[in-house]
C-alpha cells in the first residue's frame, strides 16, 4: 500500500469532489434549472485543475533537479 502523502490526501476530497459535482450535474440537467447546470459544471472543471495540478506538482516533487 502506498504511504498516505498530503497531495494524494487531497487528491481523495477532490475526487469526492469531482463525482459530487457530476452527480449534482444531472440531477439539475433532470430538473432543468440551467443556472445550477452551469454552477456544478464550473465547480467539477475546477476540482479537475486542481486536481492535475497536484499531480503534477507531486511527480515534481520526485524528481532531483541535481541538488
Keep these: 500500500m502506498k504511504e498516505m502523502t498530503p497531495v494524494r490526501k487531497i487528491?481523495?476530497?477532490l475526487?469526492?469532489?469531482i463525482y459530487a459535482s457530476?452527480?449534482?450535474l444531472f440531477?439539475?440537467?433532470y430538473t432543468a434549472r440551467e443556472f445550477m447546470v452551469w454552477v456544478f459544471l464550473t465547480l467539477?472543471?475546477?476540482f479537475l485543475i486542481?486536481?492535475?495540478l497536484s499531480f503534477i506538482?507531486?511527480?515534481m516533487e520526485?524528481?532531483?533537479f541535481g541538488r
Design 11 to 13: 487528491n481523495i476530497f
Design 15 to 17: 475526487n469526492i469532489g
Design 50 to 52: 486542481v486536481r492535475n
Design 57 to 59: 506538482l507531486e511527480k
Design 62 to 64: 520526485k524528481i532531483d
Design 27 to 29: 440531477v439539475s440537467l
Design 44 to 46: 467539477g472543471l475546477l
Design 22 to 24: 457530476l452527480l449534482c
